[in-house]
């Protein structure tokens, strides 16, 4: 990661974070610059960038990234060092943003993989480039799911990524919004360059927010082209129609991604999806089911209060949450962290899903600092603060869900808790 870091150059110098109100004592330091990592020196227009990972199916891996011009879409890849015992050829893909043409966007499935092992693999070329490894998923508990949303690519997300670069995360899942991009299609390469270390060694598994949406009217009126060109997500082999909204399962959790600016209501195709998806999980097999959505379903911040993404998605598919006893629904936008109790139609509720609300990755729009007085009951904890969560599901009852908070760049465990899952709970049977 060091040597990537050297090409970033600081760009603008963003506002003062300054003091927070509530239950934080100590001064923050200002706000983390915006950063642009560029390609390395010795990097030319052929040379593999951007590379992130993403499981598909039980044992396969895509693997994605780009090059500025036509190279072959090849991975070739093995278990030792050095040594490729198998080539996949996936396909090449690319874009065009008013004037921004892409690079050559490159997508390979390779596999089958066993569970829980290092691959080593090359891009393009067997014998030239860099080696890239990854750490396949487990196939069976513990597992550890690093959760952060909001990212974007500041100063802040660069302490956030090393800490979770540090920690022992198995995959992470982040509940939308990415590069921060805003439109300008060269912020897309430069966020793609931020995460490679980390997202070419650990599965990335995304869904979409509002930064995502990128249309500009009558200019450029499609949705969602360069997250849907840059980021394939496994939606085929959930019977998804869309990238938007996809399932997939990993050791024993079932992860349901959705997607808030894409159609909900009951007669859209993602709400069928859902109700089809979630009739076909076996909690015998996956006893853990988690949720992630980008505009939360709950929120006592004062941001983002009201949204037709918030308020009605909850009212289409609070229910069907709740009837298939969805474990826990993180969500992101909100730039702090809560943790609400077990919740169904506002109120506490054993049977219903725990919210968390982890939009702190360190993004250049700062914190949302005001909360909404009184607390709401419940409400667990609350604090405006940059960080990410770690979601360690031990086995087939119990969890431990960690948020550590980025103090003045140290990694703080700051709010835990175990937990069980609902499909272990008689009173919950559905
Ligand atoms: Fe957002």
């Known amino acids: 990661m060091a040597k990537r870091l050297l090409g970033i150059m600081p760009i603008i110098a963003l506002t003062t974070v300054g003091l927070l109100a509530g239950v934080v004592c100590y001064t923050r330091p200002p706000a983390g610059r915006d950063i642009y990592v560029r390609l390395l020196e010795e990097d030319n227009s052929s040379t593999p960038q951007q590379v992130h990972i993403s499981v598909v199916g039980d044992d396969k891996?895509?693997?994605?990234?780009?090059?500025?011009e036509e190279t072959p879409a090849n991975v070739y890849y093995g278990s030792s060092p050095g040594k490729y015992?198998?080539?996949a050829t996936g396909t090449t893909s690319s874009y065009r943003y008013v004037t921004y043409h892409s690079g050559q966007i490159h997508d390979v499935v390779i596999g089958p993989l066993k569970p829980n092992t290092v691959y080593y693999y090359r891009l393009g070329s067997s014998n030239?480039?860099?080696?890239?490894s990854f750490k396949t998923t487990p196939a069976q508990f513990p597992i550890n799911l690093a959760v952060v949303g909001d990212l974007g690519q500041t100063e802040w997300t660069q302490a956030t990524l090393q800490h979770i670069s540090n920690s022992n995360y198995d995959m992470l899942l982040l509940p939308g919004d990415l590069s921060y991009a805003d439109l300008i299609q060269t912020l897309w390469d430069s966020f793609g360059r931020l995460v490679e270390p980390l997202a070419s060694q650990r599965p990335w598994m995304v869904t979409q927010g509002n930064h995502e949406v990128e249309k500009i009217p009558l200019i450029h009126t499609t949705p969602f082209t360069a997250y849907n060109a840059r980021w394939r997500m496994p939606f085929e082999e959930s019977g998804s129609t869309s990238n938007l909204y996809y399932s997939f399962n990993v050791?024993?959790?079932h992860v349901i991604m959705l997607g808030s600016y894409t159609d909900f209501d009951p007669t859209s195709d993602q709400y069928n999806w859902l109700q089809s998806d979630l009739a076909k999980v076996d909690r015998t097999k996956t006893p853990w089911l988690v949720v992630l959505i980008h505009a939360p379903w709950y929120n006592s911040n004062e941001a983002h209060q009201g949204e037709i993404e918030s308020i009605g998605m909850k009212e289409y598919m609070e229910g069907l949450v709740y009837r298939y006893r969805v474990d826990v629904v993180f969500a992101g936008h909100v730039h702090a962290y809560?943790?609400?109790t077990r919740v169904y139609q506002n109120k506490a509720n054993n049977c219903g899903p725990m919210y968390i609300n982890i939009g702190d990755g360190g993004n250049r729009e700062g914190l949302a600092r005001n909360y909404i007085d009184p607390k709401p009951a419940i409400s667990v904890f609350r604090e405006a603060s940059f960080g990410h969560g770690q979601l360690q599901v031990l086995n087939a009852t119990h969890a431990r869900w960690s948020w550590y908070r980025n103090d003045d760049n140290a990694n703080v465990s700051s709010d835990s808790i175990w937990f069980t899952t609902l499909?272990?709970?008689p009173a919950c049977r559905a």
């Open 61 to 68: 891996m895509r693997i994605s990234w780009i090059t500025d």
């Open 85 to 87: 015992t198998n080539s």
């Open 128 to 132: 030239n480039g860099r080696e890239y």
């Open 251 to 253: 050791a024993g959790v």
């Open 338 to 340: 809560e943790r609400f």
């Open 423 to 425: 499909s272990n709970s």
